[in-house]
């Protein structure tokens, strides 16, 4: 049970002071798995770490501020190419802001929302400034122009750093439509060129990819996000977010999730459902490697049934079977 240790270390970092050589084996290897080493290594006191692991920690630390500068650079020359500023998401959008969720965060692609009308026009723009498409598949092309939520990835042919731009936030035939346009609205400027979604809404989206969306592989890392965007989340503007764009449920889902998982408090009344996700979210050997695979593949299996209608999800995973695509 890797992955608990990871979340005891994160939620009372002195514990690893207890750690004998193999439990440190076990927490390396699953802060690795889920992308949260660069987390641990700022939360943990490095005098409390064995001597062997010290420059593990040392070199995450170093990564994620390395992955942090890359990033908020990268941001810059996509505003530069866009000729106006840019809407971050996710990791590149914390890290710019200065929060918690950004501190040891490693960051893989540049995330930007905008406008679904302008779409055309940011692609040619990106294409012009050195961005080509990832997907070379006619298929995946196809899938992600007329039913996801944004264009397929971009790479920069010289940079090699991928780039999503999003147009909304869940794929355009899930259950939920959160109000892309509410969150455009309702952003926050932090430079000439960069801005931010509102407090709320960056817990509204962190969970909507976390429960509305997706299989939750690596999804302790999303909950530790949304643990350290509820610190400044005003919880009634919230609870209007979060109904305005139709998740209400899943937000008061991740609350309790993160309050027991990362929270010092307790007393939370958990559902049959909210034990299921934790014994998916924790599911990781002494290794970092994920344990059961039949509730993985039925994760796996939900996640798409949650984008889309029976008869399109059938048809999608035929095609993507025959192309030779095995889930986990």
């Avoid at 992955?67 to 971050?88: C, H, I, S």
């Amino acid at each position: 049970m890797s992955g608990a240790a990871l979340v005891r270390a994160l939620r009372e970092p002195v514990t690893v002071a207890r750690l004998d050589a193999t439990a440190w084996n076990a927490l390396i290897a699953a802060a690795r798995a889920e992308r949260l080493i660069g987390t641990l290594a700022v939360r943990v006191d490095a005098a409390q770490a064995p001597q062997a692991v010290r420059p593990i920690l040392a070199d995450a630390r170093l990564d994620a501020e390395r992955e942090a500068r890359q990033a908020l650079w990268e941001a810059d020359r996509a505003a530069e190419a866009l000729g106006a500023p840019v809407l971050l998401l996710k990791g590149t959008a914390y890290v710019a802001a200065g929060l918690t969720a950004g501190e040891g965060r490693f960051i893989g692609d540049l995330d930007i929302l905008a406008p679904r009308e302008m779409m055309n026009e940011i692609e040619e723009r990106l294409k012009a400034a050195g961005w080509e498409w990832v997907k070379e598949d006619a298929y995946d092309d196809a899938y992600y122009r007329q039913w996801m939520h944004e264009l397929p990835p971009m790479i920069h042919r010289e940079r090699d750093r991928m780039i999503d731009v999003h147009h909304t936030i869940l794929p355009l035939t899930a259950r939920q439509s959160p109000d892309a346009e509410a969150m455009l609205a309702d952003s926050v400027s932090i430079t000439e060129r960069l801005s931010i979604l509102s407090p709320e809404d960056m817990v509204c989206h962190s969970v909507a990819h976390l429960l509305a969306d997706g299989d939750m592989a690596g999804g302790l890392r999303n909950l530790w996000d949304i643990h350290c965007l509820l610190e400044k989340a005003d919880l009634g503007r919230l609870e209007e977010r979060a109904e305005r764009h139709g998740i209400s449920r899943h937000v008061a889902q991740a609350r309790r999730l993160a309050a027991v998982l990362y929270g010092r408090e307790r007393g939370e009344r958990l559902t049959l459902w909210d034990h299921v996700v934790m014994w998916r979210l924790l599911a990781r050997d002494g290794w970092g490697r994920e344990t059961r695979k039949l509730l993985r593949f039925a994760f796996y299996v939900r996640s798409h049934w949650l984008r889309m209608p029976p008869m399109m999800l059938a048809r999608h995973l035929v095609t993507k079977w025959r192309k030779g695509h095995r889930p986990v």
